[in-house]
């Protein structure tokens, strides 16, 4: 168990690594760029809980409104899709790379339910976790 967890906790570093890399840089105030930086390395790292879109905003200074307006023009997806993007990114990562129970994975990925984790998930990938586990069986 234990040895599964330092496996995730790697796992996750190294997807939060690879985001990074490909965040684009956008022609914007220094401040704008610090501040949305921030906001995407704060999604990055904690995506996997319940974040609220409009204190995150008010954060930084923002309306809720602008901030999505702004965030969409930025990463190219609202703030509420680029969660869900990441999570099931991850989901997708943990599904092929471990033997976790699809009920853990949803929990580590920010879903208490896992049958909306099932609906988001096959919505975005066109097929359930369960048939990603059956076509990429996790072998020790």
Same mark, same amino acid.
């Given at each position: 168990? *234990? *040895?599964?967890?330092?496996?995730?906790?790697?796992?996750?570093?190294?997807?939060?690594?690879?985001?990074?890399?490909? /965040?684009?840089?956008?022609? %914007?105030? !220094? @401040?704008?760029? #610090? %501040?949305?930086? /921030?906001?995407?390395? =704060?999604?990055?790292?904690? *995506?996997?809980?319940?974040?609220?879109?409009?204190?995150? #905003?008010?954060?930084?200074?923002?309306?809720?409104?602008?901030?999505?307006?702004? *965030?969409?023009?930025?990463?190219?997806?609202?703030?509420?899709?680029?969660?869900?993007?990441?999570?099931?990114? =991850? #989901?997708?990562?943990?599904?092929?790379?471990?033997?976790? !129970?699809?009920?853990?994975?949803?929990? @580590?990925?920010?879903?208490?339910? =896992?049958? @909306?984790?099932?609906?988001?998930?096959?919505?975005? =990938?066109? &097929?359930?976790?369960?048939?990603?586990?059956?076509? &990429?069986?996790? %072998?020790?």
């Amino acid at each position: 168990h *234990f *040895f599964s967890e330092n496996i995730n906790a790697y796992l996750s570093l190294i997807y939060n690594r690879i985001l990074q890399s490909q /965040y684009k840089e956008l022609d %914007n105030s !220094p @401040q704008e760029s #610090a %501040n949305f930086d /921030y906001i995407i390395n =704060y999604f990055n790292e904690y *995506f996997m809980t319940s974040i609220d879109i409009e204190s995150v #905003a008010s954060t930084i200074g923002y309306c809720p409104d602008h901030f999505r307006l702004l *965030f969409k023009k930025r990463t190219g997806v609202s703030p509420k899709h680029y969660i869900i993007q990441l999570r099931l990114k =991850y #989901a997708h990562v943990l599904i092929c790379s471990t033997d976790l !129970p699809l009920k853990q994975i949803a929990e @580590q990925c920010g879903y208490n339910d =896992y049958f @909306q984790f099932n609906s988001i998930f096959k919505k975005y =990938y066109g &097929h359930s976790p369960i048939y990603f586990r059956e076509k &990429h069986p996790y %072998n020790f």
